[in-house]
């Protein structure tokens, strides 16, 4: 059984350009996460999809968009990108069913923007 | 709001002594309460975590931790340090049980031979 599977490893964009990070679930959860961790921080919100729409969000710019797909699948979209923007990008599932209140992580995308 | 602060951003234990790792937290409701470990180029993994069934929690790799809510404290704890649980270990609290997971800035635990 594939764990939560995150493309590509690493990505390196200029500033100002676009950039799209894809996660795929764990087998049976239908929530995904997304997470930002700067160097040296932890990990921040940045938003939540279920059912194909945003569930929950955090304090993140209209930049960072996402989306779900009907196999649960999931892509983070950021525009007009900063420097600031540079990160570790997390992904993570659970299942709405589940009270185990425990999300899988994946193993994250290195974005790097010069 | 619901908040972690982890008291100590850098902690160093010689291996064979024991490890103690603070936390504190900051919830209006009953929180779900979680340790993970990120090894270096590593995802995040579960250490063990706290969901209002006993207050003492044991995870994996000899570690556990304890919930006390008089102390908004949930501080992990291991007997004997191994030079293999040399890591940045995150605190992190989730009082709305919608996942929506709220993360300490981190402890970085060195371990010396």
């Known amino acids: 059984d594939a764990g939560v599977t995150q493309s590509p490893t690493h990505l390196i964009k200029t500033r100002g350009q676009q950039v799209t990070l894809r996660c795929s679930p764990k087998s049976g959860h239908d929530t995904v996460s997304w997470y930002q961790q700067a160097l040296g921080q932890g990990p921040q919100f940045i938003f939540q999809y279920y059912e194909e729409e945003e569930r929950q969000r955090g304090n993140f710019p209209d930049r960072f968009s996402g989306h779900q797909f009907p196999n649960y699948s999931s892509e983070l979209n950021v525009n007009a990108l900063l420097l600031g923007d540079s990160a570790l990008y997390l992904c993570a599932s659970s299942s709405i069913w589940d009270r185990t209140y425990e999300q899988y992580f994946g193993p994250g995308t290195r974005l790097t923007v010069t | 709001a619901q908040s972690v602060t982890q008291l100590d951003s850098h902690v160093s234990v010689s291996e064979g002594t024991p490890v103690l790792l603070r936390c504190n937290y900051s919830?209006?409701?009953?929180?779900?309460l979680f340790w993970y470990v990120q090894h270096p180029n590593k995802g995040l993994q579960l250490l063990l975590k706290y969901t209002s069934a006993a207050t003492l929690v044991k995870g994996i790799n000899g570690f556990e931790a304890e919930f006390k809510k008089s102390e908004t404290s949930f501080h992990l704890t291991k007997p004997s340090a191994h030079m293999s649980d040399a890591a940045e270990y995150f605190c992190v609290v989730d009082s709305s049980g919608t996942y929506k997971y709220i993360f300490g800035t981190g402890t970085r635990l060195k371990v010396l031979a």
């Open positions: 919830s209006s409701y009953s929180p779900s």
